[in-house]
């Protein structure tokens, strides 16, 4: 992919993603195989005004030899230089870009247990630090090509043209083309979205209920004082920015506690560089209360026993079946563009900008509503050609999905 492009990529990530403020600080995390890119980045965020770039520089095969080599006890610890930087992060409140390019089977191998445990143990001293950015800073999650992530998407073709076909995919995705200006694209993009969350935040909906051929039958609750969120969404202090980049979603967090019946996943799940495929869950007053996958079971086991939250759910969130990344007919092996191509929920931490007025509440205060908190958030796909989705308001039934599209 040429440097004109991935300047144009850059910018949008900068501008739309995170939208740098003059005088932020911006911290971005990513491979350090991705260096180029990365480089091109840093320049696009100090031309957006960062006051200072930080890079946390992560190498999945080094990750490996970390789970391999060193005990529980050292992979639990937060180190004081570690836990000081997470107070500066807090005072400074930096934008924070993570860009994602790993091998969705790179870290296959590596000792489940040691990781889950030491996760655990390190969350019960990072929580409280997440929980002080809540809503306050503006973030954004995109992705760029690695050799061995193109090779698991189109592993007929050759290194290179595997890697510059999906360059081509991501930017497709993002809206970014030779001749456009994405920036415009991403607007009349937000507005659609907002107009679909204005739709269904209007109707409060008591219940949403789910079903479809593959053996999905389910039904949750929605909280009275909710409403539907897309595209982008502001900080506590007004800040404009997109989290995600590609987004085809709408969602909001459900009730915790009213969830009943059985999800099938419709798409493999890449979850900690490994992979859960063909797997169900079934939910009874609000929790997992079974499970089973054809391939990454113990996986699955270990994902949803992180913490008591983890058998809860924290989203649900629509994208029609006909819609631009499931048109690509790719499976990138990537949450971030698999679940916008289908309709998803999440296990795990809910969004407590769902909430209305949340902006005056305390994160004690949205969880007692009903938002769901866990130290994941994990996003599995479950839309399918045949998919509807009903809405409830006072027994009366309002189609949102027919045929695995809006109805509306």
Not at 30 to 39: L, R, S, V, Y
Not at 256 to 275: D, R
Request: net charge negative.
């Amino acid at each position: 992919m040429n440097k004109t492009m991935q300047k144009k990529y850059a910018r949008l990530i900068a501008r739309v993603g995170a939208n740098i403020k003059k005088g932020q600080p911006v911290r971005i995390y990513c491979e350090a195989d991705q260096h180029e890119f990365i480089t091109i980045l840093v320049n696009e965020c100090y031309k957006a005004g960062a006051s200072r770039v930080e890079v946390d520089w992560g190498f999945q095969a080094v990750t490996k030899l970390n789970y391999r080599y060193r005990s529980l006890k050292s992979l639990s610890e937060v180190p004081a230089w570690q836990e000081e930087r997470l107070k500066l992060m807090v005072e400074e409140v930096p934008c924070r870009i993570y860009i994602e390019s790993e091998d969705p089977y790179g870290l296959a191998g590596v000792n489940r247990e040691k990781m889950q445990k030491s996760q655990m143990a390190r969350y019960k001293v990072t929580k409280k630090y997440s929980d002080a950015l809540e809503n306050k800073d503006q973030w954004c999650i995109a992705a760029v090509p690695s050799y061995a992530w193109a090779k698991r998407v189109f592993p007929n073709e050759t290194k290179n043209k595997a890697y510059n076909m999906l360059w081509e995919a991501i930017l497709k995705t993002v809206y970014v083309t030779k001749d456009n200006d994405p920036e415009e694209e991403w607007k009349k993009h937000n507005a659609d979205l907002k107009s679909r969350t204005a739709y269904l935040t209007e109707k409060k909906f008591d219940y949403l209920h789910y079903k479809s051929s593959n053996g999905t039958d389910f039904k949750a609750s929605l909280i009275p004082e909710s409403h539907w969120c897309g595209g982008g969404e502001n900080t506590l202090s007004g800040n404009f920015f997109n989290p995600n980049l590609p987004t085809e979603e709408v969602f909001i967090s459900p009730e915790k506690g009213f969830a009943e019946g059985k999800v099938v996943a419709t798409k493999p799940l890449s979850w900690q560089s490994q992979i859960i495929d063909n797997f169900y869950i079934t939910f009874k007053d609000g929790k997992a209360v079974e499970w089973d996958a054809e391939t990454g079971k113990d996986l699955l086991d270990k994902m949803l026993s992180m913490d008591e939250g983890a058998k809860f759910l924290g989203e649900l969130a629509l994208i029609p079946h006909d819609s631009p990344i499931a048109n690509t007919g790719i499976l990138f092996y990537n949450t971030l563009f698999d679940e916008n191509a289908s309709c998803h929920v999440a296990l795990g931490r809910g969004f407590c900008d769902t909430i209305d007025d949340f902006e005056n509440k305390s994160l004690e205060e949205c969880q007692a509503l009903g938002v769901n908190d866990s130290m994941i958030h994990v996003d599995f796909m479950i839309g399918a050609p045949d998919l509807e989705i009903t809405g409830y308001k006072d027994g009366k039934a309002y189609p949102i999905f027919k045929n695995g599209n809006w109805a509306f």
